[in-house]
Each structure stands twice: as C-alpha cells, then as structure tokens.
C-alpha cells in the first residue's frame, strides 16, 4: 500500500475516528485505527464495537491496501508533522511515515482482525441541525457517563405526536420536545456517539442531518459529507421520566440568569465539602443562596426574583452546585424559570418562555 495525502486532512480524520476507540479496549486491535486505500479513496476507520466512524479522505492512491495502527501514537505523529503532503506506505507489517524533511516507522497490526464497518440499512429520518443540534446539547449533557449502568448513557428518544429527547444520570434529568410527529416508538442511542456526529455535523456546516435507524441490527447511522458513523441501539429499560416529571409546581420563580450565575460561583466556594451542596431558600424578596464549609465559613447571597405564584412562606431546598452550574453553562439562558414543590420533591428550571425543555434536579436531605 501506498498512499499520499495531506497533514492537515489527515490529522483532522484521526482526532475525529479515534473519538471512538476505548481507553480499555476489549482486543489490542480495537486500540488501532484501520486505514482502507482503494482506488482514489482513503478510508480511516475506528471502533468500540459499538461506536465506530469513518472518515474518507482526499489523497492519491499509488497502491491498494489496508493496515490496523496504533490510534495513539499515530495520531501523536501526525499531529506533530507539519503542513504539507505526507507519504504512507506499507511494507509487510511496518508503515512508514514521510514528509520532505522527516520519516518514521510504525509497527502495524494484522487488518484481517479488524471488525467491518456495519452495512448501512434502515429507514431514514431528518431534522434541520440547527434544530437537532441544539436539542442534543442541551439533553446530552445531563447522560451518565458510568459505563456500570449503560442505560443511562443513553438519550431516550420517544416518537409520537412529538419528538422528545431525555438524557439522565438518576439525580438530573433534561428534556425537550421537538414537532416531530411519526410513529410512537422509543430509542435508545448512545449520548457520547450522537453528541459527536452533531459535533461534526456542525463543524462540517451540515443543514440538514439525516440518521438511518435499523432496528433490525439494532444501529443508527449519520452519513455527511466524508463522514459515516454507526453506533450500536441500546436495549433495557430507560427510568419512566414521565412519572419523574411533576405536573405543577406550587412556587414559581423568574430571575435573572447572570444575577445568579455570579451568585452561583460565590456559593459553590464554600461548598467545596462533601457533595458541593447548596441551600436554596425562596423568599419574599426572591432566592437566597447558602452554602457553608466546616473549613472556611459560610456566605449568603439574594437574587432578586419574580414570584409567579403566590408567596406563602420561606421554602428551601439543597442542590449539588455542579448541577445546576451545567445547566447554566450549557443551555444559556438569559432569564431562568425555577419551579419547586417541597424540599425532597424534584424541583425544575429552564430558560423563561422556553416551554418545550425542562431541567429536573433532584434536591439533597441536609441537617441544620
């Protein structure tokens, strides 16, 4: 095999295929990436087993071939090259690695052992990316990334009279509904593998993203412009987010989001013990924030704030900071909504006038 291409093509299809190769990988040929050269196409190709993507590079085809490398110390390589045409050939089992100026030998694996790229079939469905894109961002986040519980690495996507989307990890929940209206069915698709097909959908300036579902071999794929991703279903049972959900909340709150964002970071100081816990309180005036350390103190702070419902005495409830941090640093909103019943019931928040998505948080038991 032969082949030439150039640095920055090349180092850009390796940061994005090795995304998908696992720190731990279950066979040392799943810690390569397989280069495919046929013709004048130049396929680089990684996989989990259940997230793989491949990306097809321009280049110049001298001879055929394949070669399984080391992800790792082949994407370091090139990324240290600089711009201009690189030489890889192929002899045996060592590829060598050429520029004008430089060459290196990398020690290949046997490419007959590495898993196929999954035949694409299904049906197709299509969203606007700025639609689709912004959706999963502002779900995904709120997905587990403990690999011990993989349902709830999952965004749920349940399909009726509309499309909605929930990313969970059990203490936080965010859904949004979109107007989609097809055939009632649920699907569960890996967080960390749609957020990075939206990822590049948007970097690639996609308008439209198209997935194709199988669910006879259980895969969704995303195919746009060089880039194809498959990644695998998952089966179990996603938490009934609907019975999670309350249906009203008896104390309603708008407040400025940056107010209480800079409140946020002052409080999360001194929350820095044990779980980052912070103590809400909805008074009169608005919402205080509390939080204390056995080591450096404690503070309190006031966001001034609207009440939407009528105040019948103080109420407080005590959050993990970090939670409601990434909402705010993720969703962005300008002005926020918060919703709560009593203090170990799950309270919500979402961007004022932004009916369609909701942030759940389950509150903290504290003492004192």
């Known amino acids: 095999m032969k082949v030439s291409l150039l640095q920055e093509n090349l180092h850009q299809a390796l940061t994005d295929v090795q995304r998908c190769i696992s720190s731990r990988p279950q066979l040392p040929v799943l810690g390569c990436i397989l280069l495919v050269a046929e013709e004048n196409k130049i396929q680089f190709f990684a996989t989990d087993l259940q997230f793989g993507m491949m990306a097809t590079v321009q280049g110049k085809v001298e001879e055929q071939g394949r070669a399984a490398i080391p992800a790792k110390v082949f994407t370091d390589l090139i990324a240290t090259l600089p711009a201009g045409t690189i030489e890889l050939t192929l002899n045996e089992h060592t590829l060598e690695v050429k520029t004008q100026d430089a060459s290196a030998k990398l020690q290949t694996f046997a490419s007959a052992d590495y898993p196929a790229f999954p035949a694409k079939e299904g049906e197709d469905l299509e969203f606007p990316l700025d639609v689709l894109a912004p959706a999963i961002q502002a779900t995904s986040f709120a997905s587990s990334l403990d690999e011990t519980r993989p349902i709830l690495t999952a965004l749920c996507l349940h399909f009726g009279e509309e499309l909605e989307i929930v990313g969970t990890d059990g203490f936080r929940l965010a859904k949004i509904s979109l107007p989609y209206s097809a055939e009632e069915r649920t699907l569960l698709i890996p967080s960390k593998a749609v957020s990075e097909a939206i990822r ?71 929350a820095r013990d044990g779980a980052g816990i912070i103590r809400l309180i909805v008074t009169e005036a608005g919402l205080a924030l509390r939080s204390s350390s056995s080591t450096f103190g404690a503070q309190e702070s006031l966001v001034r704030a609207k009440h939407l419902t009528e105040f019948k005495g103080e109420q407080e409830i005590a959050f993990n900071s970090r939670y409601v941090q990434e909402f705010l640093s993720v969703v962005k909103p300008e002005q926020i909504w918060f919703g709560m019943n009593e203090p170990l019931k799950p309270a919500a928040l979402r961007p004022q006038g932004m009916e369609a998505f909701t942030y759940i948080i389950m509150p903290f038991r504290v003492n004192g």
């Open 200 to 270: 590049i959908a948007t970097r690639k300036k996609v308008q439209n993203v198209v997935f194709t579902v199988s669910e006879k071999l259980k895969q969704v794929f995303f195919s746009f412009d060089g880039y194809d991703i498959s990644m695998r279903l998952l089966e179990g049972q996603f938490p009934p987010y609907q019975k999670i959900m309350p249906a009203d909340f008896a104390v309603q709150l708008v407040f400025d989001a940056d107010e209480f964002q800079q409140k946020l970071k002052t409080a999360s100081i001194f």
